[in-house]
């Protein structure tokens, strides 16, 4: 089992403001076989505050969760000893509440109607975007009234006149709706989640797309400017290229 990061307060602060209850940090439990894959959401979940413990099988799971007692797991359905159904099965007998977001593969439908069924509480298929997971993981914990947000309206984020429902998915600039497709939406939903911070085109590739997507910065390059057709076109801009460096979204003025 791997702890949470070394030297990290248990009140350090969160970056997106979302915290138990209590004001202490959201758990975590990554179980997935492959260790790639279980240290890069593990690494992303740590950046946004929250503690993590990763487990590579079934048994492990099963174990760290009755010592760790997470407030969801991030569970691959295939695991080497017994199926994610059945470590959640084994969770849920021991912690009810616990929110299960299950990792399946792309076209196994099955596994999927089978983890709903089972009463997995929303799944993603690989590969999948680091910031869909954390949304994922943040609507499950908001519905079930396991987290507060201390910064930010419910659902919402806002960025001077830039807004956006993550629930409903949907951006407005100064009260008027834009239209972004999925893409530009996670791309948005990532800058405005770090305002005023200096994003580089690396830091946005592993967040946004794919996490086996291997691609290139050109890409980033693309959607940036396909956000600033939709979000700045007309108006005063609110991002930003920080010449060799990257990117940043700051309020407008």
């Not at 592993?206 to 057709?229: C, M, T």
């Amino acid at each position: 089992m791997e702890n949470t990061a070394p030297g990290a307060p248990a009140s350090a602060a969160r970056a997106d403001g979302t915290q138990r209850p209590d004001g202490t940090p959201v758990r975590v439990l990554v179980v997935d076989d492959e260790p790639s894959l279980a240290e890069l959401l593990s690494s992303v979940l740590r950046y946004e505050g929250w503690e993590v413990r990763t487990a590579a099988n079934g048994a492990e799971a099963v174990r760290g969760a009755r010592e760790f007692h997470p407030d969801a797991v991030v569970l691959d359905i295939m695991l080497p000893d017994f199926s994610g159904l059945e470590v959640m099965r084994r969770l849920r007998a021991e912690i009810p509440q616990i929110c299960v977001l299950f990792l399946t593969a792309r076209d196994a439908v099955e596994d999927r109607v089978a983890g709903i069924t089972a009463g997995g509480d929303d799944y993603v298929t690989k590969p999948f975007s680091l910031e869909e997971v954390l949304a994922r993981l943040r609507g499950l914990l908001r519905r079930a009234n396991l987290t507060r947000t201390a910064t930010q309206a419910e659902g919402s984020l806002v960025v001077g006149d830039l807004t956006m429902d993550e629930d409903a998915r949907e951006v407005r600039r100064a009260g008027e709706l834009i239209e972004l497709t999925a893409t530009e939406f996670e791309l948005l939903r990532f800058m405005m989640r770090n305002p005023r911070r200096v994003l580089s085109k690396a830091q946005i590739l592993d967040r946004v797309w794919n996490y086996d997507f291997g691609g290139q910065a050109h890409v980033v390059e693309l959607y940036i400017s396909y956000l600033r057709k939709k979000i700045d076109a007309g108006r005063i801009p609110v991002i930003h290229t920080v010449r060799g460096v990257g990117y940043v979204l700051k309020p407008a003025g």
